[in-house]
């Protein structure tokens, strides 16, 4: 476990924020994927400047996790789709959670993930979901390690790919 420091970001974060994404999903999905189709995600639906736009904009909340001076992973929360799956109850989404790829392995994702859900039980949501690859064994067992059961599934498009997304979520 390193010393991790976790704070919210703001709309100043926009340029770490955006490269930041793009590193680590680039890290993430790269090896699983054709360069092709992530060239197409990446310049079309998570662009720089996309990105950049996100900080800030109203319902999304961004965590920045450091070590040292050293940025190696964020959050990004956001409210707002409310599923049917739900019934009346309150919810938030875990848009995105992730580490660099040199600090996976070292609690920077539990420390990112125990945040997040201190976020949700503070602004008194009770549920807090999620959607990831089935194809991402990886992440499915860490969320799964947290509680996190599968209640549906959706598409995500990665360029031309149409890949399915399960949709996981916790009761808090």
Not at 74 to 85: L, P, S, T
Request: hydrophobic share 40%; with cysteine.
């Amino acid at each position: 476990m390193i010393n991790l420091t976790i704070r919210l970001a703001t709309v100043a974060d926009g340029s770490l924020i955006a490269d930041m994404s793009r590193q680590t999903f680039y890290e993430t999905f790269a090896g699983q994927n054709t360069a092709e189709n992530m060239e197409k995600f990446m310049s079309e639906q998570f662009s720089r400047e996309k990105l950049m736009n996100e900080a800030g904009a109203p319902g999304n909340i961004f965590l920045l996790a450091f070590a040292g001076d050293v940025p190696v992973g964020y959050v990004k929360m956001r409210e707002g789709q409310q599923k049917v799956e739900f019934g009346n109850k309150t919810a938030i989404e875990i848009a995105r959670i992730y580490a660099t790829g040199s600090s996976i392995g070292t609690g920077v994702g539990s420390a990112l993930m125990q945040r997040c859900i201190d976020t949700a039980r503070e602004m008194n949501k009770e549920i807090i979901w999620l959607g990831v690859w089935e194809k991402n064994q990886r992440a499915i067992a860490f969320y799964q390690k947290w509680g996190f059961e599968k209640f549906g599934t959706h598409v995500f498009r990665l360029g031309d790919d149409s890949q399915t997304d399960w949709l996981m979520k916790k009761e808090l």
